[in-house]
């Protein structure tokens, strides 16, 4: 059978959209069936803080990715996985304040401003939503260039992720060394490509 | 006395009937407590029931008819819910067989825990290698019903089987000069997994210690047994402290070594990060770990939309029994 273009994109975009709600869903699913063990609460506030993380590194990627193999298929997905690692981010944050503060409103304050790693989480998560709002097609289009200026932001989004990460090392470094050695190459990359360019036009 | 069982069990899954008796049973997996005779402060060992499918651990021969020779020490216990015999037994932290909470049920399985042998070392008269079994043979073990509060904040309530660390270190006879004791958790990566980690940041093998009036407080209690049976791998096997008012790191699992010393032991935690974890480490509402509030806990198990989160109490509740230790130490400095 063969699909028109059309059609093959529409399949691949619900391919993506369900693809990276599995977590979610995998995650509720365990939650049901009682597959979390004894503190689910924990549980699942760390496993939507990492998949907000990984889908945060893979919009970036995708951009690091079409410049290093001109594998561009990923970036036509960029937005969504944007918007998935906020959605992801925001459960993250509400299943915090739900299942481990009780959303007792002191406490949760408390935690907002005493904690260095919460505080650069909640303010990675603050940082993404004018991206969020901004994610339309329509407004790209209504701000031009400013628009990539805006969307730079994710670069140190991403910074403040990997502080929230690094900061909550116990015993293994293992998270960090991962995250953090992938921004690093894809940062490297980027300025790497910056500097060309900047070479290029100078001469 | 035995009562009938099932055949369909394998002998070397039987659990002795007189500990407890196996059988399909009750909601969301509570073991449910069946006390039977009790006379003034001790009774009868609690009677526990699991649910099919989950395993048990009636632990070597020589161990089980003193297992079920123990009494509950009701002084000592608590009467509140004890955690359900799953949680138990899946949601530990022993970072020697991984850092997930159901590592280490998963990877200590065959792990070998007898013949186990104890070596004792310094500020005492009697230093040397001990047979456990031999040490065991001659203590009467008793049941205590203890809160478990962990620095991350949960807590489980868990009846142990075991004695109190005072009665078994008067047994090695510590001198004059021992200020503190320290003890020492077995290091065979062979068997435990976690100290193979490229990425851990603990060194092995991990120790912790205690003052030794601390040591000697009739709370302090060495478990080799929990839920009627023996102690699982991942719950410490053969051999583990319990110290309810502190934070559970320092309740040390699987110990081999038992040191008397003059000065205070560099534990474990405490040089991994000494801003986080003190020696101390007595379980105190009003001094937060720098990364998370103490103030309250999860009261394992937590069901999600009803989160039993309860105030944590300064030494976990035990303060009438341990406050006087610390009297005039400023605990936000020696935490």
Redesign the interface.
């Known amino acids: 059978m063969v699909l028109s273009n059309k059609a093959q994109k529409r399949l691949t975009w619900w391919a993506f959209f369900i693809g990276a709600m599995c977590p979610l869903l995998l995650l509720v699913l365990s ?1 049901v069936v009682g597959k979390l ?6 549980e ?1 506030v760390l496993e939507l803080g990492l998949w907000a993380a990984v889908m945060l590194w893979l919009s970036l990627a995708a951009s690091t990715l079409r410049r290093r193999v001109s594998f561009s298929w990923l970036m036509r997905y960029r937005r969504m996985l944007g918007l998935y690692a906020f959605c992801y981010a925001v459960l993250h944050f509400l299943a915090f304040a ?5 959303w ?1 409103i002191d ?1 949760l304050v ?2 907002l401003v ?2 260095p ?1 919460i505080v650069v989480g909640a303010l990675a998560i603050i940082m993404l939503v004018p991206l969020v709002l901004t994610s339309t097609k329509g407004m790209q289009r209504r701000l031009g260039r400013r628009w990539v200026s805006l969307h730079k932001l994710v670069y140190v989004v991403a910074l403040l992720v990997l502080l929230h990460i690094v ?8 998270d960090a ?1 991962v995250f953090g050695g992938l921004l690093l190459l894809m940062y490297g990359d980027r300025l790497r490509f910056e500097y060309l360019k900047y070479k290029s036009k100078k001469v | 006395m035995l009562i009938g069982k099932p055949d369909a069990i394998k002998s070397s899954e039987i659990t002795p009937e007189s500990v407890y008796k196996q059988r399909r049973l009750f909601m969301q997996g509570a073991a449910v407590a069946l006390v039977s005779l009790s006379t003034g402060s001790a009774s009868a060992l609690t009677q526990y029931e699991f649910e099919d499918g989950w395993p048990t651990y009636p632990g070597p021969e020589w161990k089980r008819p003193l297992l079920a020779a123990a009494q509950l020490n009701k002084q000592f216990s608590t009467s509140e819910p004890v ?2 015999y ?2 138990v037994i ?2 530990n932290n022993f ?1 020697e067989f991984g ?1 997930g ?2 590592d280490p049920s998963r990877l200590s399985q065959s792990f070998v825990s007898d013949p186990w042998s104890i070596e004792v070392e310094g500020e005492a008269a009697k230093t040397g290698r001990y047979n456990l079994e031999d040490l065991l043979k001659e203590s009467e073990l008793e049941e205590r019903i203890y809160r478990l509060r962990c620095v ?3 807590s ?1 309530v868990i009846p142990w089987i075991g004695l109190p660390l005072a009665t078994l270190l008067k047994r090695f006879e510590p001198n004059s000069r021992a200020n503190f004791v320290e003890f020492v958790t077995l290091e065979d990566p062979e068997q435990m997994p976690g100290q193979r ?1 490229a ?4 060194d092995w093998p991990y120790v912790e210690g205690l003052r030794i009036d601390e040591a000697m407080n009739p709370l302090a209690f060495m478990a080799t047994g929990v839920y009627g049976q023996s102690l699982p791998p991942q719950n410490g096997a053969p051999f583990r402290l319990v110290v309810p008012w502190k934070y559970g790191f320092k309740s040390i699992k699987s110990i081999v070594k038992i040191r008397f010393l003059e000065e205070m032991p560099a534990v474990t935690w405490n040089r ?2 000494p801003r986080e974890y003190g020696f101390y480490a007595n379980v105190n509402p009003a001094v ?1 770990h ?4 103490q ?2 806990e ?1 009261r ?3 069901s ?1 939309f009803s ?1 039993n ?1 309860i105030d944590t109490l300064p030494f976990n509740g035990y303060a009438e029994e341990v406050a006087s230790l610390y009297a005039g130490m400023d605990l936000t400095a020696w935490f």
Do not use: C, N
């Open positions: 939650t063990g004894a503190d689910p609460a924990k699942i739900t299942f481990i503060v009780g007792r406490l408390q935690e005493k904690r790693y900061w909550m090392v116990r015993a293994s470094y293992f060394v | 955690a359900p799953p949680s899946t949601h970072y850092l909470k159901e991350e904040a949960w489980m980690s990425f851990g940041s603990l991994s990060a937060d720098p990364r998370w509030s103030a309250t999860r394992l198990p937590s999600l989160p989160i």
